[in-house]
């Protein structure tokens, strides 16, 4: 599976589009921090780290439903973990209205909101752009191993 960095402004923008995922806090800078997975100019998924100090936001993992079971998710947040771990990242945020299973079998778990960090409480997707009933999840990096093997 290809991971790259820097997947196309508008393939990113159209794929958070079609999935029903919030991009209008994203700044072209921001889109820096995103990872690719397919083909470097149309790639099937993509995936958004906000990085934060120690601690990181996991933001708009989005899959065209065509690879969707192939992989291409997990591969994107493996690779986002390992992109944070050597950013000095120890702790990855995230917020999902619809994949908590899927998050949750990749070692996230369900935090309460009253107990994220500032850092992650100030971003744009926790306090205006994911609803309260979103589920906040947290994975502890330095607890966890990265199984896959991908560039990125």
Excluded: N, W
């Excluded at 906000?50 to 990181?56: C, P």
């Amino acid at each position: 599976m290809d991971i790259f960095r820097h997947p196309p402004e508008g393939r990113t923008l159209a794929l958070l589009a079609e999935c029903g995922l919030p991009a209008g806090d994203l700044t072209a800078a921001d889109l820096d921090g995103f990872l690719g997975c397919g083909r470097e100019d149309e790639p099937d998924g993509v995936v958004g780290l906000e990085l934060h100090g120690a601690v990181a936001l996991l933001r708009s993992l989005a899959v065209t439903s065509g690879s969707r079971d192939r992989g291409c998710g997990k591969a994107l947040v493996s690779s986002a973990e390992r992109l944070a771990l050597s950013c000095g990242v120890q702790t990855v945020y995230l917020l999902t209205e619809t994949a908590e299973s899927f998050f949750a079998g990749l070692g996230y778990e369900r935090v309460a909101r009253d107990v994220v960090p500032d850092a992650i409480r100030e971003t744009a997707e926790f306090s205006r752009l994911c609803p309260d009933s979103a589920a906040v999840m947290k994975k502890d990096l330095r607890d966890a191993g990265s199984g896959e093997k991908e560039r990125a």
